[in-house]
């Protein structure tokens, strides 16, 4: 049970240093963290809208996220990358926090929840779902979800080529909850498929189409039709 244990405890460690960081970064549009082993110690990668305001001026700011990081989580000589998005329209967890900041600026849940899908599919990405949950209108709960494009909600290509990113808005009524779930623009499902043609098969797979000689195409002799007169 050692092992176990071990593991667990890793993993909630590493969920409670991104709720951090999450907080931490919040204006600088948090987009992701990775936490990986190495020999120097742990190298964490953090991908931001604006890495400036995570840097700092002079790096204090970054010092100061390293220096908790190694005494607060007890992660090993802690190394923070930052990394820049390159497009915030397809990063699901910047969406979904700035469709909470929408929420909490007063915008009517169907106005945001259609502005975040139109400008994910404006983006370029094949589909994208939002889940808006919370008191929307009244004292009962209620959840409305926004789709377009193809989403897929289970299997390989859910865990390959779907993003998941999730938020809080905080109004007088309670809390309401934010998911936005992305499909992005260079995935590929099992049913799509192309059609090529032999040329272009032989110059892909030399090896398979190379040695097949092309099929010579049949003669076909042409035989006038007879004409028969009816009277």
């Known amino acids: 049970m050692a092992s176990e244990r071990k593991f667990v405890a890793e993993n909630v460690r590493r969920v409670l240093l991104k709720e951090y960081l999450m907080k931490e970064v919040s204006r600088a549009g948090f987009g992701g963290l990775d936490i990986q082993r190495t020999p120097m110690g742990t190298r964490v990668i953090l991908t ?21 990081i190694e005494e607060k989580y007890g992660f ?3 190394q923070i990358e930052v990394q820049e998005v390159e497009n915030a329209s397809l990063n699901a967890q910047i969406m979904a926090e700035k469709l909470a900041f929408s929420l909490e600026r007063g915008w009517h849940f169907r106005r945001a929840g259609h502005s975040t899908v139109r400008r994910v599919m404006d983006a370029g990405a094949r589909g994208c779902h939002v889940i808006i949950a919370g008191k929307l209108t009244g004292q009962r709960h209620r959840t409305e979800k ?45 049913a799509d498929t192309a059609i090529i043609s032999k040329t272009e098969a032989a110059a892909k797979l ?25 009277n």
């Open 48 to 68: 931001t809208e604006r890495p400036g305001l995570v840097i700092g001026r002079r790096g204090q700011t970054i010092k100061n996220l390293t220096l908790v």
């Open 76 to 78: 090993g000589n802690p």
């Open 146 to 190: 926004f789709k377009e494009g193809y989403i897929k909600f289970c299997g390989e290509p859910r865990t390959l080529f779907v993003e998941k990113g999730y938020a809080i808005a905080k109004l007088k009524m309670g809390v309401i909850g934010v998911t936005v779930e992305i499909m992005r623009p260079d995935s590929k499902l099992p």
């Open 206 to 230: 030399p090896d398979i189409f190379g040695s097949v000689a092309p099929a010579e195409a049949p003669v076909v002799e042409d035989v006038g039709a007879e004409t028969k007169e009816v």
